[in-house]
């Protein structure tokens, strides 16, 4: 939320087509309705086919500067089919990760290396253990290409989205609470463009080469007209609800209903290969685009793809427009990138602009904010930091505390010997070093050593005498043994059985005496412990 305060409220949305551009001026409203303003650039004029270069550019910086755009951040689209884009799914949901995997992926996904492309992903869907990733990358060369003609008409955008996102982002700030399982199908001059939403998410997008353009060199190779009149007629089409209402007799019906029957199979072929792989059905229908105006259009593709058409939004911005165009359809998509920047992290997004291509900090910087927001951010940022550093201090202090106190606990269990505790820490490491040296005792810390030696003495010291152990000593590598018998000759008897040991060695006996009690003979015997 604090981050969306300090992004320009204004953007607008760039979308060139083949035969005209269409812009979105988009302003967030605080406490009013947002702002729309819609404008539109024919590119052709006449009898041509296609607009160079120079001539978009000029239309161009025309549109902007009569227009007052000039300083507005824009966000563009590039278009889908100048694009290699996947949806992978990857087995990690920590977006670091999906980032560090991301190159891999995208390397076995394209025909050109990973220096030649630009490329960005984001994550659409998540799910238990994996994550849903769309994956666009675009040739060096066309990003070029594409970022001069827009420098010429002296547009600098701060982000590079796809024409097909630009569908989605549309959805999610217009459509989102009338569906949430729909196709979008945006009908332009040279392109047609899917986005299908289901759940409220993104899941899949295309672009297919066959749009109004393709019906009007139909039009002009059937029937011998004139590119110009074709495109007039065009206009003046009606298209029945069903397939038998075509007159076949006719060459222009006959020629609109063959266009028709090709463009409706590409998309309920992706419709039906995403319903067959997801089980899921989709059921609403938006048509937008230039190309959608055909007469009846709505219709007929309700009745082939047996889908609900969404009901015209004409006048669902009507408050929000001040001045421009009236809004339409055909400004779905200019929307859709006007709008990105107002969904900020509640929507998936791709910028293209990566890398060499992308604006540097400080610029980005110069443009988007001014001394009034650096100064409320400042103070923004202190207050928050002292909040911080005032909530951190006190989650420390209490976790501290109970740390000291579970300590204290700990200690006295495990030493409870110790009736005092003044610093359990250092008194812990002093019982700690006390116990080693008690262990140091039995071979090197390993009371094992022990028992093995208990055992080999055991099975060797004759059973038939008489053997009172007083004292048993085992040191490092080193047995110590004080113990009584009943004559000297029984001492002998038990050397000589230690003797026989494997794991004991230069066995000496040493202060054999009588001892105090008749018959009685105490003596000393040592041994060393020899390695296994």
Known sequence: MIAQMFRPRSFVGLDIGSTSVRVTKFRRGFTGPDEVVCLHEDLLGGDSREASAEAISQRLRGLFEENLLRGVP?????????????????????????????????????????????????????????????????????MTQYLELLADAGIDPVSMDLDSLALF???????????QDIVLIDIGALKSTICIVSGGKLRVIRSI????????????????????EAESEKHHLTVPEADDGFDVSDPASKTLKAFLG?????????????????????????????????????????QRLDVKV??????????????????NSDYASSLGLAVRPALWGHSVSINLRQGSFSIPHRERSAKQKSWMRLAVGVVLVVGIGFANFYVDYSIKETRLQTLKNTLRQDFRTAFPEV??????????????????????VFGHNDPAAVLLILAD??????????LEVNELIVENTKVKIEASTDSFESVDAIKAALTNSE?????????????????QVRFRVTAVVTAE
């Open 262 to 302: 090709s463009l409706t199979a590409e998309i309920q072929n992706t419709m039906r290969a995403y319903e067959t792989a997801s089980g899921l059905a989709i059921s609403q229908l938006y048509l937008c685009g230039s190309g959608a105006k055909l007469k009846g259009l709505s219709s007929y593709l309700t």
């Open 503 to 519: 794991r004991l060695a230069e066995v000496v006996v040493s202060d054999a005496r009588m001892g105090a009690r008749p018959g």
């Open 74 to 142: 824009v966000v563009v689209a590039m278009p889908t089919h100048w694009v290699f884009s996947r949806i992978i799914t990857v087995p990690f949901t920590d977006p670091k990760k999906v980032s560090q995997i991301i190159p891999y992926e995208t390397e076995e996904l394209i025909p050109l290396g990973l220096d030649e492309v630009v490329f960005d992903h984001t994550i659409i869907d998540v799910t238990e253990g994996e994550s849903t990733v769309l994956v666009a990358a675009v040739p060096r060369d066309r």
């Open 457 to 466: 003495l055991t099975e060797h010291l004759p059973a038939d005498r008489a």
């Open 169 to 179: 982002h549309f959805y999610r700030y217009a459509l989102k609470e009338l569906a």
């Open 419 to 440: 009736i005092s505790v003044v610093d359990p820490v250092q008194q812990g490491r002093m019982a700690l070093e006390q116990a080693k040296k008690r262990l140091e």
């Open 310 to 327: 969404v009901n015209s939004l004409d006048r669902r911005f009507e408050v929000a427009q001040k001045k421009g165009d009236l809004w």
């Open 209 to 228: 080469m066959m749009a109004g353009e393709v019906l009007t060199r139909n039009l002009v190779s059937h029937l011998g007209w004139t590119y110009a």
